[in-house]
């Protein structure tokens, strides 16, 4: 399959460590039929040794789906990304992710300050495997080395096929507001698709960002905790014009219940609730008492004690 048909829907799950698993990539899938959805960050030394396990777990119908791959050894990254050919549809190299165990291993933005050992790796993939290659970084590793453009042209030089960019640098992590503008200097760069990453949290967003960035698609983030159905319904919007409204309370009380049972059904019970935990607040909130509340479950380790009070919600 060909890059560009992999990204039809012009909309993607960008990739967030212990986050985008299979159950969550599960509920987005069933909400957006043709968005491309990707894996968690699986480290390449982590596949090496282990052969990766649950986390490489998908259905059949999570394709389009694109697997990614972080760390810093050129044949390492190679070998693993042929091993994982035979569970994807695109291979993606990380070179974005902010967060210091990562960087003080050479991996992910801080490949942003090597930008020949990127190029080796994105050669080194691309020559080992037959899906197509995509890598993820940002603007720069700080304000004062904004090489976004010069990185990006060299994956494209090096046999990337797709990029996707946070309009954030390194230093910003995830705060402050993403740069969508900057974004455009980029696509006017390279012949290759790119896509917008960074505060994409609704349809009105997505259409901004794509105004501003002049990007092919956009990946969405944080913007789907809490709202499944928002890369669908994105999705739905640039490709036939459709405007579906954000879920309720209601509808995502009842989400998250769903995302409960899957979880235990996946992990078991102690273990899944307690996974489920870090998307509390996303799922609950606006609502009076709705702190109040996520202070009580997350103490919960029972699935029916947790759903009890899901379920009191509404109960006047």
């Given amino acids: ?93 990380n070179m974005g992710c902010p967060v210091n165990k990562v960087v003080k291993g050479t991996d992910g933005c801080a490949l942003m300050r090597n930008a020949e050992l990127a190029q080796e790796i994105v050669r080194t993939v691309k020559a080992n495997i037959s899906k197509p290659l995509s890598v993820k970084f940002r603007l720069g590793y700080t304000f004062d080395e904004l090489n976004f453009v010069e990185f990006g042209e060299k994956m494209q030089e090096a046999g990337a096929d797709f990029i996707t960019i946070h309009g954030r640098t390194r230093s910003q992590m995830y705060g402050g507001k993403a740069d969508w503008k900057k974004i455009a200097e980029l696509k006017h760069s390279v012949d290759i698709p790119v896509f917008a990453n960074g505060d994409i949290v609704s349809i009105e967003t997505a259409v901004e960002c794509l105004e501003q960035s002049e990007a092919d698609g956009v990946a969405v983030g944080r913007g789907a905790l809490g709202d499944v159905t928002l890369i669908g319904r994105i999705e739905k919007y640039l490709n036939k014009g459709e405007y579906i409204p954000p879920p309720t309370l209601e509808e995502k009380v009842e989400t998250l219940k769903d995302h409960l049972k899957r979880e235990v059904e996946l992990r078991g019970e102690k273990v899944g609730v307690k996974f ?23 103490t919960i380790d029972s699935l029916d004690e947790v759903l009890k009070i899901l379920d009191g919600i509404f109960v006047k």
Avoid: W
Avoid at 35 to 48: H, N, P, R, V, Y
Avoid at 278 to 285: Q, V
């Fill in 1 to 93: 399959m060909q890059v560009r048909d992999l990204l039809s829907a012009r909309v993607s799950l960008a990739p967030m460590a212990g986050i985008t698993d299979y159950v969550l990539r599960s509920l987005i899938r069933e909400n957006a039929p043709s968005a491309l959805l990707t894996t968690e960050m699986i480290s390449s030394e982590f596949l090496t040794q282990t052969k990766g396990g649950d986390i490489l777990e998908r259905a059949e119908n999570h394709s389009p789906i694109s697997y990614q791959l972080s760390g810093h050894k050129p044949q390492m990254i190679a070998n693993c990304a042929k091993y994982l050919e035979k569970y994807a549809d695109m291979i993606d190299i």
């Fill in 276 to 298: 489920c935990r870090k998307f509390y607040p996303y799922y609950l909130n606006g609502f009076q008492g709705a702190s109040r509340m996520r202070g009580e479950i997350v």
